[in-house]
């Protein structure tokens, strides 16, 4: 089993930053990818960011050069960094992680507000 926690949500005007932590414990092997969601109220959960286990980044296009993953291996933690954030940007973060096995485990989440 792996479990993950995420850090860093809160409520930030446009414009700001945060930086989003998750953090794996357990069974952290054959990690396939690591990435980021977000689900806002009434609509479905996106992909955000994705970092496979070469190292190749994903972004959605909507945080396309605003956005940022990155990881350490050492820490077992995939970090996202938000810039310019925008009010559409606030909704539920959550981790996944995927193993190549088929492992697939989610965080349980961290909210991002953007206010106006």
């Known amino acids: 089993q792996v479990r993950l926690v995420e850090s860093g949500g809160g409520l930030v005007q446009a414009g700001g930053f945060l930086r989003l932590s998750c953090a794996a414990s357990?069974?952290?092997?054959?990690?396939?990818?690591m990435g980021w969601y977000r689900q806002a109220p009434g609509k479905q959960r996106e992909l955000v960011a994705s970092l496979s286990s070469s190292d190749t980044a994903t972004y959605a296009d909507s945080v396309k050069g605003r956005f940022t993953i990155s990881g350490d291996n050492a820490k077992n933690t995939v970090y996202l960094q938000m810039n310019r954030l925008k009010p559409e940007d606030t909704a539920v973060y959550y981790c996944r992680l995927l193993q190549y096995y088929g492992g697939d485990y989610w965080g349980q989440g961290t909210q991002v507000t953007v206010s106006s």
């Open positions: 357990g069974s952290v092997f054959s990690i396939k990818a």
